[in-house]
């Protein structure tokens, strides 16, 4: 595994959206080998999650429910942080997208 590989698979490890590993390449967990389009899902499912979590958290503090101001700043942030990163994925994927196609003839 390079060294850009492995920094990318620990910040998403770290954030959550990637599973904990032993070892292995970018997408495997627990010995078996994930394909791209499942890691892609599941940072997308994971994305979806903290998004939801963090819009229950808004209505629970418009009802009352919560009183926690910071756990639901921080559930925000999360969510706000999670997002970022899968946008920087998608402008990477297509990035490289692109200079593929620039290399076809």
Known sequence: ????????????????LLPQK?????????????SFQDVLRGLVDKVDSLQKDADASIKGLATGETTNIHDVTMKL??????FELMMEIRNKLLDAYQEVMKMQP
């Open 1 to 16: 595994m390079n060294p850009i590989e492995n920094n990318i698979s620990i910040g998403l490890e770290k954030t959550g």
């Open 22 to 34: 032993d070892g292995g390449g970018l997408g495997q967990a627990a010995g078996t080998e994930a």
């Open 77 to 82: 942030e999360e969510a706000g942080v999670a």
